[in-house]
């Protein structure tokens, strides 16, 4: 009997004001499962992780997070919408999400931003999340800056904090948006330390990378998404060392 899905997509196609910019993506990712998603820019890769949690709407195709699929209806434009809001905001509570710039409320310090949730998305009572904060701070090596606001912080801290605050609502699922591509060369290795810690877990994550090295040494499952479609995928070992698609091979030639 096959394993449930901890994230599910089916023919999933998106388009803006006409251009279509995902055609028709499908994928699994099963618990514990590292994803890594690769591509060009403009593939959609960004795209179709957005779609995942409901910050874009899909123009058709069908999401579902551990079996249980959004519930959508027609809209105006003729695409999709979210049918049912609370059932949006209750799965994408406990899918957890890392953007490209940190995202961080700038006016809280760095545990503040890591209990917001917990204690007023959760309603975890904020003696219990702000010891849970703590130890997810001392993980990621910023408990000293737990009093610090985000704009003190290097970038490197900006998105350790950030991936403190996604842990803090214990999700099912884990999404990155390119987590280094923002930060100086010299702070790449710090953030991909954490995810790598996070991937000896067994979490289930998506990640969409430009860092090839660290895809092949991370994922268990590779997508090389290219012009809206998954033109290939398999395991690292196939992906990076007998990849099939012309395209994929000038892809990771260009991006060594």
Known sequence: MERRAAIEIRDLRKSFAGQEVLKGVSLKAHPGDVVAVIGGSGSGKSTMLRCINMLETPTSGEISIKGESYTMRPSKDGGLEPADRKQVQRIRAHLGMVFQNFNLWPHRTVLQNVIEAPVHVLRVPRAEATARAEALLERVGLIEKRDTYPGYLSGGQQQRAAIARVLAVEPHAMLFDEPTSALDPELVGEVLSVIRDLATEKRTMIIVTHEMAFARDVASHVIYLRDGIIEEQG????????????????FISSVK
Do not use: A, M, R, Y
């Open 235 to 250: 395991n690292p070992e196939q992906i990076f060392g007998t990849p099939q698609s012309p395209h994929l091979k000038q």
